[in-house]
T-cell receptor, first 111, second 112 residues
């Protein structure tokens, strides 16, 4: 079946602008995760949604970052007032339990 | 919280040799340990995972071993091939439906 999809694949924005990144999980996967991967680095956890439970936001680096998920479907990650240090690949993953399956990521470049 | 360390950061081997990547974790409650392979510009792909109720798991040329007492786990690739060249990440979590804490990655280069 279809895997995790993300859009856009690339986003170039100017410092100070807001951006919205989208993730479509695998159908039937109740858990959805966002990670950030800076160039040449590992993956940093940002936020996790599980069903109707309150999301685990413990990885969000600042209050400029927020995310929403509608039921068990699409999620959007919003970064307000982008900074150059926000430049990274933002990866979404979904799971039924284990393992997590990743999307192709959105490469964000903040000029 | 959980902390995962991974070594080496880079590993160069000749085709046909074996490669071993090691990770240690800090949280004794962690019980799920996946390994992901990431080719340049691509998404991480799961290659093997292990749960804490077993000590070893094999899938063709790939094996993972887990030592719960020492809190470390390792990835073993035998008969390496150039297409094994990629960055490999280990990760840990303390049960299903939990965030993964990743190691910093190992860049494996397999030379023909």
């Amino acid at each position: 079946g279809a895997g995790v999809s993300q859009s856009p694949s690339n986003k170039v924005t100017e410092k100070g602008k807001d951006v919205e990144l989208r993730c479509d999980p695998i159908s039937g996967h109740t858990a959805l995760y966002w990670y950030r991967q800076r160039l040449g680095q590992g993956l940093e956890f940002l936020i996790y949604f599980q069903g109707n439970s309150a999301p685990d936001k413990s990885g969000l680096p600042s209050d400029r970052f927020s995310a929403e998920r509608t039921g068990e479907s699409v999620s959007t990650l919003t970064i307000q007032r982008t900074q150059q240090e926000d430049s990274a690949v933002y990866l979404c993953a979904s799971s039924r339990q284990d393992p997590q399956y990743f999307g192709p990521g959105t490469r964000l470049t903040v000029l | 919280g959980e902390n995962v360390e991974q070594h080496p950061s880079t590993l160069s081997v000749q085709e046909g040799d074996s490669a071993v990547i090691k990770c240690t974790y800090s949280d004794s409650a962690s019980n799920y340990f996946p390994w992901y392979k990431q080719e340049l510009g691509k998404r991480p792909q799961l290659i093997i995972d292990i749960r804490s109720n077993v000590g070893e798991k094999k899938d063709q040329r790939i094996a993972v071993t887990l030592n719960k007492t020492a809190k470390h786990f390792s990835l073993h690739i035998t008969e390496t091939q150039p297409e094994d060249s990629a960055v490999y990440f280990c990760a840990a979590s303390n049960r299903g439906f939990q965030k993964l804490v990743f190691g910093t990655g190992t860049r494996l280069l397999v030379s023909p």
